[in-house]
């Protein structure tokens, strides 16, 4: 027995999701505990494949936080040039309630 799943893009990144799944996203405007409506691009069940299905899917947003921080070195050689910076994303927690 297959669950449900379905392909959905948020902010330009794509997810594979079934009932229950908890995902990080880039960032959202949506306040925490407050229903997001997100519509699929395909929905999977099994081996069948419906592209751009009709319905939407509900996510509920669990917070807000950054993701660890990433190094961003750059160098070039025998110039003395050499670079260093931080950066840390800022994401979205959200959980998949119903397909």
Same mark, same amino acid.
Not at 30 to 48: F, K, L, S, W
Not at 49 to 58: A, D, E, R
Not at 63 to 68: I, L, R
């Given at each position: 027995m297959s *669950? =449900? &799943?379905?392909? #959905? $893009?948020?902010s330009d990144k794509q997810f594979l999701v079934k009932q229950g799944?908890? #995902?990080n996203v880039p960032r959202q405007k949506a306040e925490v505990g407050q229903t997001m409506e997100i519509t699929? =691009? $395909?929905n999977i069940d099994g081996a069948n494949t419906t592209l751009n299905p %009709?319905?939407? #899917? &509900? $996510? *509920?947003v669990l917070g807000h936080f950054k993701d660890e921080k990433v190094i961003v070195f750059k160098k070039k050689r025998r110039k003395r040039? &050499? %670079?260093r910076n931080g950066h840390r994303q800022q994401l979205t927690r959200i959980e998949i309630v119903s397909l």
């Amino acid at each position: 027995m297959s *669950k =449900m &799943q379905a392909l #959905i $893009a948020i902010s330009d990144k794509q997810f594979l999701v079934k009932q229950g799944d908890t #995902i990080n996203v880039p960032r959202q405007k949506a306040e925490v505990g407050q229903t997001m409506e997100i519509t699929p =691009m $395909a929905n999977i069940d099994g081996a069948n494949t419906t592209l751009n299905p %009709s319905g939407t #899917i &509900q $996510a *509920k947003v669990l917070g807000h936080f950054k993701d660890e921080k990433v190094i961003v070195f750059k160098k070039k050689r025998r110039k003395r040039y &050499q %670079s260093r910076n931080g950066h840390r994303q800022q994401l979205t927690r959200i959980e998949i309630v119903s397909l």
